[in-house]
């Protein structure tokens, strides 16, 4: 029943900007920590970035301020802005809704390529 639903990716130019977003069904998505992680050539699977029911949101040092996480929980919906897109940036972003370890739940989307081009 528990789904999570990425869509936004694709091929962008070197500097570039694109946004995922990330829709979830089937939990009560506003007592879940949300985010996106990534795998990318050459590097373990990273989080990217993430964001609490309470909204205090972490990144990855990578990041470096160039993207943006946020909810919508009305929509049941994360968003990830990305901008000064970098070839670095290319790989396979998954989005993730994580509840406590007491609870025990940890939901992965399918995935979704981003490639960052010229």
């Known amino acids: 029943q528990v789904q999570l639903v990425e869509s936004g990716g694709g091929l962008v130019e070197p500097g570039g900007s694109l946004t995922l977003s990330c829709v979830a069904s089937?939990?009560?998505?506003?007592?879940?920590?949300v985010g996106w992680y990534r795998q990318v050539p050459g590097k373990q699977r990273e989080m990217v970035a993430s964001?609490?029911?309470?909204?205090?949101?972490n990144v990855g040092d990578f990041v470096e301020g160039r993207f943006t996480i946020s909810r919508a929980n009305s929509q049941n919906t994360v968003y990830l802005q990305m901008n000064s897109l970098r070839p670095e940036d290319t790989g396979v972003y998954y989005c993730?809704?994580?509840?406590?370890?007491?609870?025990?739940?940890?939901?992965w989307g399918q995935g979704i390529e981003v490639t960052v081009s010229s």
């Open positions: 993730n809704a994580y509840q406590s370890p007491l609870v025990g739940t940890d939901y």
């Open positions: 964001i609490t029911r309470d909204g205090s949101i």
């Open positions: 089937g939990m009560v998505f506003s007592r879940y920590t």
